[in-house]
């Protein structure tokens, strides 16, 4: 005789049974179908517990967790505040900041007495790159912009959402040396084609620089960017896994398919300085439009010698820009001992290659753009008082795509489909959603550092210069940037 008690505890444990079934069943079915988290579509219900975990963290860190601060080559504390620009929750925060200002390193700006009034603000104005020398002068009217990401590196829906978002905020969108797609194209945003050493995209049957192609591209692009080299892997050619090269990305460079990608370690056409430039007039001339250069700096004999040799042939062989590339940059895959030793940071490179420039008299005429881990309002701010006119990022969009730094981004796993070609994992990717957070990402980076302006007592960021920032050097000690990097005598 069954025992009434067991069969109460069996009849409810049953129904129990029912309810986690039909718990995870439901869940199963709104992850998959929801379309604001990758991880979600892509990991249903299991990927609930990267939510709570977030969440719950800040309860829980003083027993297991280690500072917000602590993690490379992003920390918890950085990466929450692009999630929050991203999704356009602000950047708000309690109970003080977690950022220990005695660290060498650290930047402090310079706080005005009596800061700018909001009547008194202005917009940030563009800035017009080739202006005079150019056919076709390109207007950049956003401070900070998307970086050199080739598709290969990154898949297809994110190509597109950044298209997208490029246009909505009115940023440009940098193709990476892979070539120009029509996934760059799908949101008619202000591109830059750049021209990488194995000429993907621009090159003929044989690999060389095809002018005819150039001529194409001119159509369609703003600005053309020869890369010489990168802060990830300066010496060291692209490299793309054969398992990411598609059929049609294979086709856009113009190489075989499912082969490893790996491009020269330089221009085979162009050895010297003087080549250099005589490339950069001459693409300038064949498409009208404006011609700058890529570049991580190792020390002060190339750029010394770039602005000797422009004062000597001319301004119209001057690059329209100059993207300096810290040695802290790099999204896609690179040797570690390049990553880790070579080329300097972008906190050393961009003051000293601005020197230069105005000690030739030649900043007026080359913008200069920095790139290299600056992610946040701050670091561009720092970026525009050292004296950049524009901010690069790659790994910021990237973060604001949905990135939960899983750093398989050259295995073709990548859990939230930004840089896998599985079209399974792509699928967590929703254009249509992620599209929107690169657009918000862009303009409350734009916005933040114009806040940071107006509390130093500027009308606009394009006021800033270096003595609006301050360099932490020991700890409870800081110096001023135009004492740590004075500006050149001219005559």
């Known amino acids: 005789m069954i025992n009434p008690i067991d069969l109460v505890i069996y009849s409810l444990s049953t129904i129990l049974g029912l309810i986690i079934i039909g718990l995870i069943v439901f869940w199963f079915i709104e992850d998959i179908t929801q379309k604001k988290h990758s991880v979600l579509r892509n990991y249903p219900v299991i990927g609930r517990l990267r939510f709570f975990f977030e969440q719950q963290g800040k309860y829980f860190r003083q027993y297991f967790f280690s500072d917000d601060r602590d993690e490379m080559p992003f920390n918890r504390a950085t990466r929450n505040w692009i999630y929050r620009h991203s999704k356009n929750k602000g950047g708000l925060v309690g109970f003080g900041s977690t950022m220990d200002l005695r660290e060498p390193g650290s930047i402090i700006f310079v706080n005005a007495a009596f800061p700018i009034l909001e009547e008194d603000q202005l917009p940030t104005p563009s800035l017009c790159i080739g202006e005079g020398y150019a056919q076709y002068p390109f207007e950049a009217k956003s401070i900070v912009n998307i970086s050199g990401m080739s598709f290969g590196a990154i898949s297809k829906p994110a ?22 797609s029509l996934h760059h194209q799908k949101g008619q945003c202000d591109i830059i084609m750049q021209i990488g050493t194995a000429k993907y995209g621009i090159r003929d049957e044989q690999g060389n620089f095809s002018a005819e192609r150039a001529k194409e591209v001119g159509k369609v692009v703003k600005a053309f960017e020869i890369k010489l080299s ?60 404006p011609v700058g250069i890529k570049t991580a700096i190792g020390g002060w004999h190339f750029i010394n010698e770039l602005c000797e040799q422009i004062v000597q042939k001319g301004l119209d062989y ?17 040797p570690q001992s390049l990553i880790d030793h070579v080329s300097l940071p972008i906190t050393e490179a961009l003051p000293r290659v601005v020197d230069a420039l105005i000690e030739s008299g030649l900043k007026e005429r080359i913008r200069i753009v920095a790139a290299g881990k600056l992610v946040t309002a701050a670091q561009g701010a720092w970026a525009l008082c050292a004296g950049a006119d524009f901010v690069n990022t790659a790994r910021g969009f ?5 990135c939960i730094q899983a750093m398989r981004c050259h295995k073709n796993t990548c859990p939230t489909g930004i840089t896998t070609h599985n079209p399974r994992l792509q699928n967590g990717l929703v254009v249509e959603e992620k599209y929107i957070r690169v657009a918000n990402y862009a303009r409350n980076f734009n916005k933040d550092i114009n806040m940071i302006a107006h509390t130093c007592g500027l009308r606009h960021a394009r006021e800033f210069r270096r003595e609006h920032v301050r360099i932490v050097e020991t700890a409870g000690k800081s110096v001023a940037m135009n004492m740590l990097y004075p500006y050149p005598d001219v005559k």
């Open 230 to 289: 990168q802060g990830a892997k300066p010496g060291k050619g692209g490299l793309l896994p054969g398992n990411k090269i598609t059929e049609e990305i294979a086709k856009i460079r113009g190489i075989p398919a499912f082969k490893d990608s790996i491009s020269p370690n330089r221009h085979k056409d162009i050895d010297n300085i003087e080549q250099l430039l005589e490339k950069i007039n001459m693409i300038r001339e064949l498409t009208g439009r």
């Open 398 to 402: 990237m973060f604001s795509l949905g």
């Open 159 to 180: 190509v597109r959402a950044l298209s997208l978002g490029a246009a909505e905020a009115g940023c440009w969108f940098n193709t990476g040396e892979g070539g120009l």
């Open 318 to 334: 001057a690059p329209d820009f100059i993207t300096i590339d810290g040695g802290e940059g790099g999204s896609g895959a690179a």
